[in-house]
C-alpha cells in the first residue's frame, strides 16, 4: 500500500501511533521512511509536545528513532514556568482533563516515571543546541546518575560540528528529513550524510534493540 502511494497521516487513529504501542520496530521505520509525521498530536489527552514521545519513554531505540527521523524536541523543554515554582498538584491518572496540554517536565517527573528522566533528557541533548530546563525538571535531574554529564553539556557551549548538523537539518526540513530518499540528490560525501542524518545513533539500523536502558 504504501508503495502504491498510501498517505500514512490521514488515518482518524494515526498509523504511527499504532506502530509505537505495538512496539513494532519495523512497521514504526517503514511507517517513517514513507513520511508519517513524527510530530503529531493525538486529539487524546493532548500534551504540549507531540504525542510520539509518550510511548517512547521506555525505548531507547524508538526514542532514537523520532528524534532522528526530526521529532519536536525544543517542545520538551518549552516550559512557561521556568524557574518559578511549579503547581504542587500531582496528576492521579490519564484523563483529559489532567494532562490536557500538559508540559513535558510535568510528564517526565511523575512518579512512575521520573527514574527515566536523566536517561530521556541525555538522549534529547543530542539533538538540540543550548536549552534551558526548568526549575522541576533539574529539580528531579538532579537525583539521577546522568546529572553529571546532563549538566555538563547545559553548562558549556556544544561544538560547532554539532551545531552545524542541527543547522543543515534545520535548513532541510522536516519534511525531507522524513524521506531519506532526498539525501541521495545531495551533492555530499556519505560520511558527512550519515552523520547529519544521526547514523552513529541509529540503533535499529545497528540491530542494536537493546540500547543503554
Known amino acids: 500500500l504504501l508503495n502504491a502511494g498510501a498517505l500514512p497521516n490521514q488515518d482518524p487513529i494515526n498509523c504511527l501511533q499504532i506502530a509505537l504501542r505495538m512496539g513494532n520496530y519495523e512497521l514504526m521505520n517503514l511507517l517513517l521512511r ?6 503529531y498530536f493525538c486529539r487524546v489527552n493532548t500534551t504540549h509536545f507531540p504525542s510520539a514521545l ?7 531505540v524508538m526514542l532514537r528513532m523520532l528524534m532522528n527521523y526530526g521529532y519536536d ?16 498538584y500531582v496528576t492521579d491518572g490519564w484523563t483529559s482533563t489532567v494532562i490536557k496540554d500538559t ?12 527514574h527515566l528522566s536523566g536517561k530521556v533528557v541525555r538522549v534529547m541533548l543530542d539533538y538540540v543546541d543550548h536549552v534551558n530546563i526548568c526549575w522541576k525538571l533539574e529539580a528531579v535531574l538532579k537525583g ?3 546529572w553529571p554529564d546532563i549538566n555538563s553539556i547545559l553548562t558549556n ?10 543547522k ?19 551533492p555530499l560525501p556519505n560520511c558527512l550524510k550519515d552523520y547529519i542524518l544521526y ?5 535499529y539500523g545497528q540491530e542494536n534493540f537493546v540500547g543503554t536502558y
Not at 508540559?103 to 521520573?114: A, N, R
Not at 557551549?157 to 542541527?166: D, I, N, Y
Not at 543543515?168 to 545531495?186: A, D, K, S, W
Not at 547514523?199 to 540503533?203: F, H, I, P, R, V
Open 34 to 39: 514513507h513520511g508519517a509525521n513524527v510530530n
Open 54 to 60: 509518550q510511548y517512547a519513554l521506555k525505548d531507547e
Open 73 to 88: 524536541v525544543h517542545r520538551c523543554f518549552d516550559c512557561p514556568q521556568g524557574n518559578s515554582s511549579h503547581s504542587q
Open 103 to 114: 508540559m513535558f517536565c510535568e510528564v517526565i517527573t511523575l512518579s512512575w516515571l521520573k
Open 144 to 146: 539521577q546518575e546522568l
Open 157 to 166: 557551549p556544544r561544538s560547532l560540528k554539532h551545531l552545524c548538523r542541527l
Open 168 to 186: 543543515i537539518r534545520e535548513c532541510m526540513g522536516r519534511l525531507r528529513l522524513r524521506c531519506p530518499v532526498f539525501m541521495t540528490f545531495l
Open 199 to 203: 547514523k552513529e545513533y541509529d540503533l
